[in-house]
């Protein structure tokens, strides 16, 4: 059989991530590579490897150019956050007849934030015979996906916690400032009021995960976003918060049923939180019988996590029935140190 | 739509709950019970519970009376831990046209044990049009299928360890002797010699499964049963042993390339394990990038837990494709806080 064909659109540090961990792989050839600001530049000078026998991929921000129709098995697109953003290019690829992985937050579970575009995505797909998943850490397995998996040694639940405690130090400065490091109490309450910060984005796709999964009835949605102030100056590659300013923001959600929480997130997001005593970890409580009480110390390491998740189900993606799928529709993600092509079904290849 | 209809083989304590927990859900009818001991008696009555509207439902040793062909959507078989012993009893199932759900351990991973008649159990499932999968809480869950999904969030594995740190403690006379409970060191070695003692069974499954799902090769698998003695003298319902005896066994087990240790397993089982000082959790440890490290405490209840995969599973066996099928086949099991009914796909019910 012949390779996998992977082509990325964005190749930021996650679709540079990705493409680094695929060439890593058996049974995989990447076939297209769409992304700003290395216009010509081939992907593995980019990448600072040598890419052995690899084709040579010419970086372009020309869609048609990287990524003409059947030239790929998948597409994973790595740009956006948000479903309405994502919206007109996976309409491109779908018409393209590839399958396509988004790390876009919201489209892990999309039908709690655009339930009409989740429609137009889902019969687009059906129309071109492909398969259309959102995934990443979290969303995506940490605080939705991983519940839902422990709840299956249980006889009831009757309520999901999920803790995820991170270091927002290995990140840029993007980052840094999408979730307000190093600003004032008073320009954060200004910010938030404007919705300038992004915070966390995911814990509606979450909680509709979780819900649905499992089968229990929602019918209120709430999150909150707090300033973490910090006593002492903290200062991280690209961060640095003065005492008195925000180290981060705790971000909360709940889904709700007749106003009792059902669903309890908790996801604060700082710079060096072992300088206030905060051990880091991913954790998740299930009450009912059995209870289930988990924890993973320190917490999945975000970036790489999301790389892997991306890379990792796509043959699950490839093999899928055609429609807008989630990552309770395909058998458990896991990471693939084998052949790409051993696990792609008979007449599920698209690109020859 | 009707409900779905189950049927369970084998009234034991594993049947029992799963009866009552399926009594306890929306979209289900208990079809039929076959089992020895409570012959002609009422299923709720040797529940001891109130089946409200419930069809009656007696219960018989002629799985013929109990189970008609395409009588039920799923049998349930609760009855033997390996495949060669619940081999006829599949095969009856199998052309009788239903799925099966099995919590023999060793049909977690039939291929590990039993290559040859799970390519039968595979072809005579696919001739009759139905799936059938073994699963329990572990094999089945912790010590295989939570170590795959975690490896979700990886690049690469180097290594994988599983720990079950449980107490015998909760369970009755039958395990107490396969697990050695109370005997002598000289009595341990003499019924291990002769392989009296069952100890764990699954670790070549657990393993089998994990080397499949990440594509980890494996070329040698071992495992060791050793005595675990007691200090002090330790009670528990149905289990003595006086110090100097032993509380239980330690089984290990390795799954090996080139004489190096890939997959690591460690499953002490005793009662009493607090007066040892031992605090029981089950415990996964993936090395490789990024490494996770998940702890659950204490660990999940081993009888409710195997209840619960099997009750939690009939939904996507009955949507599987024909044929023998594994844990790694089918969409992230979760717990059916819901209807069973909006969860059957189109065209895959089989009772009327």
Not at 117 to 138: C, E, F, P, Y
Not at 147 to 160: E, N, P, Q, T, Y
Not at 309 to 319: E, G, K, S, T, W
Request: glycine fraction near 12%; aromatic fraction near 4%; charged fraction near 20%.
């Amino acid at each position: 059989m012949q390779n996998v064909k992977i082509a990325i659109w964005g190749f930021g540090a996650m679709g540079q991530g990705m493409a680094r961990a695929l060439l890593g792989r058996k049974g995989i050839e990447i076939t297209g590579i769409c992304g700003r600001g290395n216009n010509g530049k081939s992907m593995c000078e980019v990448l600072g490897i040598d890419c052995g026998d690899h084709k040579k991929v010419i970086i372009t921000d020309d869609v048609d150019v990287a990524i003409p129709p059947k030239s790929a098995d998948l597409v994973i697109l790595a740009t956006d956050s948000f479903t309405k953003k994502a919206y007109p290019k996976l309409e491109n690829l779908i018409e393209k007849g590839v399958n396509v992985i988004t790390i876009a937050e919201e489209m892990s579970w999309t039908w709690a934030g655009e339930p009409e575009l989740a429609q137009k995505l889902d019969v687009l797909a059906k129309q071109n015979g492909v398969s259309v998943l959102g995934t990443g850490i979290n969303p995506g397995l940490v605080m939705d996906l991983l519940a839902v998996i422990l709840s299956a040694c249980m006889i009831d639940v009757k309520k999901v916690t999920c803790r995820r405690v991170n270091s927002l130090s290995p990140f840029g400065p993007t980052v840094m400032e999408e979730q307000g490091v190093g600003i004032t109490p008073q320009v954060f309450a200004e910010k938030n009021a404007k919705g300038e910060l992004a915070g966390h984005v995911g814990f509606a796709e979450s909680i509709g995960m979780i819900a649905a999964g499992m089968g229990l009835e929602i019918d209120e949605f709430t999150q909150q976003m707090q300033p973490i102030l910090t006593e002492v100056d903290r200062k991280s590659p690209y961060g640095f918060a003065a005492a008195g300013t925000l180290a981060g923001v705790n971000m909360t959600a709940q889904g709700k049923r007749d106003g009792e929480t059902i669903i309890d997130m908790y996801h604060p997001q700082q710079i060096e939180p072992q300088m206030a005593g905060v051990d880091t970890g991913d954790y998740v409580v299930l009450e009912g019988t059995p209870p289930v009480n988990m924890q993973i110390t320190p917490e999945i390491e975000g970036g790489l996590g999301t790389i892997a998740m991306a890379v990792n189900c796509i043959p699950q993606v490839i093999n899928a029935d055609a429609g807008l799928i989630s990552m309770l529709d395909i058998p458990v993600p896991r990471v693939i140190m084998g052949d790409y092509r051993k696990l792609i079904k008979e007449g599920k290849k698209i690109a020859q």
